[in-house]
């Protein structure tokens, strides 16, 4: 069959039960599609849907409900978010907090990931706001850093099967460094912070790595290793992130801010970072298990 509805749930939570299956089964239905067997890649967790036909999109409480075209599901290059997707935290947040500038730098941080202002003017401003804090602190601000649950799992599995991983972040490489060795990325590209080895400068190195930026990441790591952008997956939760989300073969919304949740078909709500392998097909026996930092 030529389609396949994929149901997700939070591994920590499962909740694709049998009758959420046939929910979903009756769904598919009820849009005049015709659905073939379940087949578990996670009892519990993960479950494709296998159909033929144009469905309506299917909501269920709890469960992720992806629809994805059944070929070429598995993907040779992975491009992923730093901030508020392979970790919890962001960072210019963090650093934000040693002065006392959490709440005004946050809501700036807020604005523009749900695309309310430009990426380049707010991360400048932002960051001017640090002029003066001691280069110490990005020590500190780096043992705050949490780990999404499944991203050690996620590049592990696809690096095991052949594909590149690449951290493109609109953050800083002083952290993007640290997490991609965390996380065993192959490669990681950033905004580097400027400052004279005491104290930032409150400036950020030009060019500014911001959405164009990582559209250009995603197609040049393609071409060099004779990808296209359909062999790509990427994933992100902000505004900057849209131009690579919508380029490549499978782009994934993932906890994302509701104006680039609207925007891109493939939203991950529910499950965690290993939830980008079920939307590839891995079972849960191929995963390389790998332990969260």
């Not at 509805?5 to 598919?28: G, H, K, N």
């Not at 963090?94 to 959490?102: H, I, M, N, V, W």
Request: charged share 25%; aromatic share 4%; net charge negative.
């Amino acid at each position: 069959m030529k389609n396949v509805l994929v149901l997700i749930s939070d591994p920590a939570r499962p909740a694709v039960t049998d009758a959420v299956v046939a929910s979903a089964i009756e769904a598919l239905k009820a849009s005049g599609v015709s659905v073939g067997a379940p087949d578990w890649l996670d009892r519990g967790i993960a479950c494709d849907l296998p159909f033929e036909g144009t469905a309506a999109s299917v909501s269920l409480a709890g469960v992720d409900a992806v629809v994805l075209p059944a070929e070429g599901r598995r993907k040779k290059l992975l491009v992923a978010d730093m901030e508020s997707t392979m970790i919890h935290n962001e960072m210019l947040d963090e650093l934000a907090d040693f002065l006392g500038l959490r709440e005004k730098i946050a809501g700036i941080t807020a604005r523009a990931m749900n695309g309310e202002i430009d990426f380049a003017g707010a991360l400048e401003e932002r960051v001017g706001l640090l002029k003066g804090l001691a280069v110490g602190r990005l020590d500190e601000a780096a043992t705050r850093i949490r780990y999404m649950p499944g991203g050690a799992t996620l590049v592990a599995t696809m690096q095991k099967h052949g594909a590149y991983c690449a951290l493109v972040s609109g953050g800083f490489t002083y952290f993007t460094a640290m997490v991609r060795e965390a996380l065993g990325f192959d490669l990681d590209a950033a905004n580097v912070l400027e400052h004279d080895g005491t104290a930032l400068a409150g400036t950020v190195a030009h060019p500014i790595l911001g959405k164009e930026a990582k559209l250009t990441t995603l197609r040049r790591l393609a071409g060099e290793r004779g990808l296209g952008d359909a062999d790509a997956i990427s994933v992100g939760d902000g505004a900057n992130d849209l131009p690579m989300l919508k380029a490549a073969g499978l782009g994934v919304a993932f906890h994302a801010k509701p104006a680039v949740a609207a925007q891109v078909p493939a939203r991950i709500d529910q499950g965690d970072l290993s939830a980008l392998l079920y939307l590839q097909g891995y079972r849960r026996s191929d995963f390389e298990e790998r332990k969260d930092p």
